[in-house]
Nanobody
Framework: QVQLVESGGGLVQAGGSLRLSCAAS????????MGWFRQAPGKEREFVAA????????YIADSVKGRFAISRDNAKNTVFLQMNTLKPEDTAVYYC????????????????WGQGTQVTVSS
């Protein structure tokens, strides 16, 4: 059974940093794109970042560009989201996702989703 388990969320002050991790199990995703989405209260889920199967290409949403970075470790079947200079508007549940391509993920199409981890940024 495929599982994506996020970790690293929590409460942080504005201007702080967090690093999210998503560990996949049940199969290897080294040939798949991986990414992150988020959903704030009362809002639709939005794309945050995606990375190609080999890590050669990354895509970051304009709302977090310059502050967030995505990376992956295929040996550990894990994807990371480094979040710096956090703002209160970054408060959301962050979801890990796996898709066939980064284009699929950017369009919101994923084959697998994690259960989400809460990130709360206080002002």
């Amino acid at each position: 059974q495929v599982q994506l388990v996020e970790s690293g969320g929590g409460l942080v002050q504005a201007g702080g940093s967090l690093r999210l991790s998503c560990a996949a199990s049940g199969r290897t995703f080294s040939s798949y794109a991986m990414g992150w989405f988020r959903q704030a209260p009362g809002k639709e889920r939005e794309f945050v970042a995606a990375i190609t199967w080999n890590g050669a290409g990354t895509y970051i949403a304009d709302s977090v560009k310059g502050r967030f970075a995505i990376s992956r470790d295929n040996a550990k079947n894990t994807v990371f989201l480094q979040m710096n200079t956090l703002k209160p508007e970054d408060t959301a549940v962050y979801y890990c996702a796996v898709g066939r391509t980064t284009s699929d993920l950017r369009a919101g199409r994923a084959d697998y989703w994690g259960q989400g981890t809460q990130v709360t940024v206080s002002s």
